[in-house]
């Protein structure tokens, strides 16, 4: 049902072709906001925008990668020009390379010698590299660019996309678990560095959600949880895994600016209890 919540406002949300930032985008266009798509892939943007504007909605999608600094000034000049300076900016882009995924949980002797036993020492570093980058000043460069929209105005809302690695290092993933790591702590830094500018900033931390990269990991072929799957759910109070209309509500109150008006600098996990379980 659509409501004008947020009418006259404008958020811009990156990775928007995903199934994460999809359906906040399409949230955020329900409550009267006009919403920029950005992505890499135009085909995905273009889907959402339909279905937003379909719905009755304001949504224009672009094409840009967040590591890219021109693409990204040229991309707020083509939001503003359509839609208006940035109100709100969820910083959803990211992501992870099966590169710079070891094989094995612990260290095995066979990596010193034999390369397809892929751990930290044989692994890619200039795939671990491209990870930190995309996840880290992919949400660093937005932050600066559209951060100038509502520095300018003294007020807006920015959340960034962290993760259950920023609490805790997961086995395997070493490159996203950094990056993920240190969302949370730019998170902190740029909440208090704005604070005087009345931007407030916030992060959420999905825990194990179902989307196109993960389903691959949490199942198998028929449907049925995997070994990845089943360790997951073990660790999960909960039993189940996210589905993308639990994130809503926590984003909501985030970019409220009365109901969160004295909230900035966390990050909320939104995992299930993942956290708060040691699986024993």
Not at 64 to 90: E, H, T, Y
Not at 128 to 133: A, D, G, L, R
Not at 218 to 231: A, I, K, M, T, V
């Amino acid at each position: 049902m659509r409501n004008d919540r947020l009418a006259g406002k404008v958020a811009v949300v990156t990775g928007a072709g995903g199934v994460l930032c999809s359906a906040m985008a399409k949230d955020l266009a329900a409550q009267g906001a006009a919403v920029a798509a950005l992505g890499r892939t135009r085909d995905k943007l273009d889907r959402v925008v339909g279905e937003i504007e379909k719905a009755g909605g304001k949504a224009m999608a672009v094409a840009v990668d967040v590591n890219d600094l021109p693409s990204l000034k040229a991309a707020r000049q083509q939001v503003a020009d359509s839609l208006g300076p940035c109100d709100f900016l969820i910083n959803g882009a990211g992501g992870n390379q099966a590169e710079a995924i070891t094989r094995t949980n612990v260290f095995d002797p066979k990596e010193l010698e034999d390369e397809a036993t892929k751990g930290f020492f044989n692994l890619d570093m200039v795939a671990f590299h491209s990870v930190v980058e995309t996840n880290i000043m992919g949400t660093v460069k937005p932050c600066q660019v559209f951060g100038v929209d509502m520095a300018r105005k003294g007020r807006g809302a920015i959340i960034n996309f962290a993760s259950m690695n920023s609490y805790r290092p997961l086995t395997r993933v070493g490159a996203y678990g950094s990056a993920k790591a240190a969302i949370q702590n730019f998170t902190q830094w740029l909440a208090a560095y704005l604070a005087p500018a009345g931007v407030r900033v916030n992060g959420i931390a999905p825990g194990f959600f179902v989307n196109d990269r993960s389903r691959k990991i949490l199942f198998n072929e028929d449907g049925s949880p995997s070994d990845r799957g089943e360790q997951v759910l073990h660790h999960t109070p909960m039993k189940s895994f996210g589905e993308a209309q639990q994130l809503l509500g926590c984003m909501n109150w985030l970019i409220d600016d009365e109901a969160a008006s004295f909230v900035t600098g966390i990050t909320v996990p939104v995992d299930g209890g993942f956290l708060s379980s040691s699986g024993l």
